[in-house]
């Protein structure tokens, strides 16, 4: 029963508090500064993690900080002696945390020596969009900061937004390799990933529904224990979960679901990196296909599309197709400018007319074709390109998209 309450305690979290975090892929922004009103300053104080971090006398001193996609790039000159910044604590104006992120590994730093530092912004709360300043404290990990900046959160605020796209589309005839679909009878949601916020639009001949929402973010987070939830828990969750690996793709993380029914299914993200200063991100993503606005009971696994989603700090992004199964056709989005949301029927309308191809610009990575399940039909018509117009041979399936144009 503890355990019962203490994953139920996190889901409920997430949906309340964690979704509100998501701040990611801010993108298209490059060679942007910002000034830092307060740097490498006298002894000052503030609670982080149940214990005081105090910043030292001249240990250090943050000279500039540079917006990337999705992450705030700082620049630390080392003015004394030698320490090693593995925690790096984010408040707001108030001095409310709202964030200790670990840096790791950890970054060694010598007197005349500059570092970057990056922070990914994915760690920080929806607070951001509320805050006019957000103040930074590069620490050890006994609690000591070696500097300090405050950066204005309005400018970050107002960075072009990112979206990913997920469609699903049902078609007459469930055969393995069939890319076909009806407009008239699809369903997507566009995720905002740096709101966390959803809009998802559900066609069904003549009945169209509308819902939005946020996104439900797992942070710290590793196991999704669906049948240990009300159906209005799981409901709550909304059509898309994320799960954040908090190595950032530097070590090894395992990710666990448990339908309603008891079953587990096992998603273990390799590392890809030496260094997370690399990596903005390492994302899983999960779609609940049947997940829509009515009242009915199918939330059953969320495991419906789960996609590993990689953002890296040179601005490209790995995506890499982990599950997907059940006679829906899927289509993956994502592009630093997603067309339309309201435009979707009509580049389905297209890629069925067009011999199931599409012009990159529309942002459709792949389609999981009809009967298909990942990664069980391998070579057997499971991924299809609609950019080249063709099979993906290679498995797992994996495609790099350009982030910064």
Same mark, same amino acid.
């Given at each position: 029963m503890e355990r019962a309450v203490e994953i139920a305690g996190a889901v409920r979290a997430a949906s309340l508090t964690l979704a509100v975090i998501v701040l990611v892929l801010i993108a298209v922004v490059t060679g942007v500064f910002v000034y830092i009103y307060t740097t490498g300053a006298s002894s000052e104080t503030g609670a982080s993690a149940g214990k005081a971090v105090v910043v030292m006398r001249s240990a250090a001193t943050v000279e500039a900080v540079k917006v990337g996609a999705g992450y705030l790039e700082l620049y630390v000159r080392g003015l004394q002696g030698e320490h090693k910044i593995d925690v790096i604590y984010v408040y707001n104006e108030h001095g409310d945390l709202l964030a200790a992120i670990g840096v790791n590994p950890p970054i060694k730093l $010598?007197?005349?020596?500059?570092?970057?530092?990056?922070?990914?912004?994915?760690?920080?709360?929806? *607070?951001?969009?509320? %805050?006019?300043?957000?103040?930074?404290?590069?620490? =050890?990990?006994?609690? /000591?900061?070696?500097? =300090?900046?405050?950066?204005? &959160?309005?400018?970050?605020?107002?960075?072009?937004?990112?979206?990913?796209? @997920?469609? &699903?589309?049902?078609?007459? $005839?469930? %055969?393995?390799? +069939?890319? !076909?679909?009806?407009? #008239?009878?699809?369903? !997507?949601?566009?995720?905002?990933?740096?709101?966390? *916020?959803?809009? @998802?639009?559900?066609?069904?001949?003549?009945?169209?529904?509308?819902?939005?929402?946020?996104? %439900?973010?797992?942070? #710290? /987070?590793?196991?999704?224990? @669906?049948?240990? @939830?009300? !159906?209005?828990?799981?409901? #709550?969750?909304?059509?898309?979960? /994320?799960?954040? #690996?908090?190595?950032? &793709?530097?070590?090894?993380?395992?990710?666990?679901?448990?339908?309603?029914?008891? +079953? *587990?299914?096992?998603?273990?993200?390799?590392?890809?990196?030496?260094?997370?200063?690399?990596? /903005?991100?390492?994302?899983?993503?999960? !779609? $609940?296909?049947l997940w829509w606005p009515g009242t009915g009971e199918s939330l059953d696994n969320y495991v419906d599309h789960v996609v590993r989603f990689t953002v890296f700090t040179n601005g490209t992004a790995r995506i890499e197709v982990v599950r997907a199964s059940g006679c829906y056709l899927h289509m993956f989005m994502f592009s630093s400018s997603l067309p339309d949301f309201n435009s979707v029927p009509r580049i389905v309308d297209e890629y069925v007319a067009n011999d199931y191809m599409l012009p990159p610009e529309y942002g459709v990575v792949y389609v999981k074709s009809h009967a298909a399940v990942v990664p069980d039909d391998i070579l057997k018509h499971a991924i299809w390109d609609p950019v080249r117009g063709v099979w993906v041979k290679d498995w797992p399936p994996v495609f790099h998209v350009h982030i910064l144009q």
């Open positions: $010598e007197p005349g020596e500059v570092k970057r530092i990056v922070i990914p912004l994915v760690m920080l709360h929806g *607070e951001l969009f509320q %805050t006019s300043k957000i103040r930074i404290v590069l620490a =050890t990990s006994s609690g /000591v900061g070696i500097a =300090t900046g405050v950066v204005d &959160a309005v400018t970050l605020r107002k960075v072009k937004p990112i979206v990913i796209g @997920l469609v &699903a589309g049902r078609a007459g $005839e469930c %055969t393995i390799g +069939n890319l !076909w679909t009806d407009s #008239n009878y699809i369903h !997507w949601v566009y995720v905002d990933l740096i709101k966390g *916020e959803y809009k @998802l639009r559900y066609i069904d001949g003549s009945y169209t529904v509308d819902a939005q929402g946020r996104a %439900t973010i797992l942070v #710290n /987070v590793s196991v999704l224990d @669906l049948s240990r @939830l009300f !159906w209005t828990e799981r409901y #709550n969750l909304g059509p898309v979960v /994320v799960f954040i #690996n908090p190595y950032s &793709a530097s070590k090894d993380y395992t990710v666990r679901v448990i339908d309603i029914y008891g +079953n *587990e299914y096992v998603f273990d993200m390799k590392a890809l990196v030496q260094d997370s200063q690399e990596v /903005v991100i390492d994302a899983l993503i999960l !779609w $609940e296909d």
